[in-house]
């Protein structure tokens, strides 16, 4: 497993979130990519690896694709509940 070597950045404060459930549920980036791409969400392998590091912002289309495929609520991702 690839360890990141940038600090997390301030764009978004899900990036972790979703790193964590995402490596919890034993998938791996170009799986989630992949069912994304099915719900119409088109993310490159470089846009989820900064969405992750918190690096790039997240639209609201994007937050909900991916808590749907990661099986959480958008409020878990958001921080808002546990």
């Known amino acids: 497993m690839r360890v990141r070597k940038q600090a997390l950045g301030d764009r978004?404060?899900?990036?972790?979130?979703?790193?964590?459930?995402?490596?919890a549920i034993g998938m791996k980036q170009k799986d989630l990519l992949t069912q994304l791409q099915i719900r119409g969400i088109d993310l490159n392998a470089s846009a989820l690896s900064k969405?992750?590091?918190?690096?790039?912002?997240?639209?609201?289309?994007e937050l909900i694709a991916i808590s749907d495929v990661l099986g959480?609520?958008?409020?878990w991702l958001l921080g808002i509940e546990e």
């Open 12 to 23: 978004n404060i899900v990036g972790a979130r979703v790193e964590q459930r995402r490596k």
């Open 51 to 61: 969405l992750e590091g918190q690096l790039r912002s997240v639209l609201d289309f």
């Open 72 to 75: 959480v609520s958008v409020n």
